[in-house]
């Protein structure tokens, strides 16, 4: 039998809406009876707290906005469509101080800060500013004593994710960043790129004092401690004070005795990661350290410089030399 257009027409939108209202009904039940099932035997859970098809469906409309690719939800129209930038590559909002580019307004804004050096976020225990309001409540653990994160090979516990990460590479060996220029691998991205400065000369900082630039901000903030004396790193055993967190810490633990890094090979165990690691390359021998002018190699920073530093006496006192043979001839022969 062969039924009219129009009800043909009629017929599939009402199937559409009817299948459609059927698979609303089916995922807003079934997800009710999961959050039911998970609270089962949970005697401090209230009957009003438990999930009702009503509740369900309230939930499911506030995340109306799914991500084509990669299926995250979203109760706002704007958080979508700032998320989907991220997979796009757009970059709407621009830096009103270098034109830079970003996909977010907040990284845009958090970016302009950097020019601004504005810190609208305070610390409730000293009245520390920061830009950041995640840089804020990090600092106030440092105040509370708050360690969340713990290292999986020794239980040592950290304020910060990152730096629990980066401890947990001194067990594994793990060096995931490397040099674009000698393909020299680093445990932490900041290193790899301070690193990678001294290939290209680039030092963007300068001292406010005496105008000397840095390839590190760390670097350029403790020499300028040099001219202001500033000591504000203080041993909780003996009160001395220190211009440097590190050597703060390092003397620290002559009160302690604490000797956290052990050496892979031996087994002996040092107060410092820099001496371990110098230790450990009296095991593999290692040299990652190269002489620019003769390409001789050294296990030891101090001892490369040390032996670049005679390069430049030896050019040096060639330069004399050649200039006062000059000198004695012109005189000779005049």
């Known amino acids: 039998m062969i039924f009219p257009l129009s009800f043909r027409q009629e017929y599939t939108i009402e199937t559409t809406i009817v299948t459609a209202q059927y698979q609303e009904i089916w995922s807003i039940s079934r997800l009710a009876e999961e959050e039911i099932t998970r609270d089962k035997g949970t005697s401090n859970v209230s009957q009003s707290k438990k999930p009702t098809l009503v509740n369900m469906e309230e939930k499911i409309q506030r995340k109306a906005h799914e991500c084509k690719h990669c299926g995250h939800l979203f109760d706002k129209l704007s958080a979508y469509k700032e998320h989907e930038r991220t997979h796009s590559g757009k970059k709407l909002y621009t830096c009103k101080h270098c034109e830079k580019c970003f996909s977010l307004s907040s990284n845009c804004k958090k970016h302009e800060r950097t020019h601004t050096v504005e810190k609208p976020y305070s610390c409730k225990h000293c009245k520390r500013t920061f830009s950041w309001s995640s840089h804020c409540k990090l600092h106030e653990r440092s105040h509370t004593g708050k360690k969340p994160y713990t290292c999986k090979h020794c239980k040592k516990t950290f304020t ?12 594994t060996g793990e060096k995931p960043y490397t040099c674009k220029h000698c393909e020299m691998t680093f445990t932490q991205s900041t290193h790899c790129k301070q690193h990678e400065q001294t290939h290209t000369g680039v030092k963007p900082y300068t001292c406010k004092h005496c105008e000397k630039t840095f390839t590190r901000s760390s670097s350029c903030k403790r020499h300028e401690r040099t001219h202001t004396g500033e000591k504000p790193y203080t041993c909780k055993h003996c009160k001395k004070t220190f211009s440097q967190s590190s050597h703060c810490k390092q003397h620290e633990r002559t ?23 110098r230790h450990e390359r009296t095991h593999t021998g290692e040299k990652p350290y190269k002489c620019k002018h003769c390409k001789k190699t050294f296990s030891r920073s101090s001892s490369w410089k040390l032996h670049e530093r005679k390069h430049a006496i030896d050019s040096s006192l060639k330069r004399k030399q050649i200039g006062q043979y000059l000198l004695f001839t012109v005189t000779c022969f005049s």
């Open 160 to 171: 910060w994710s990152s730096s629990c990460k980066q401890h947990e590479r001194t067990h």
């Open 255 to 277: 009160h302690t005795g604490l000797k956290p890094y052990t050496c892979k090979h031996c087994k002996m165990t040092f107060t410092q990661l820099s001496s371990c690691q």
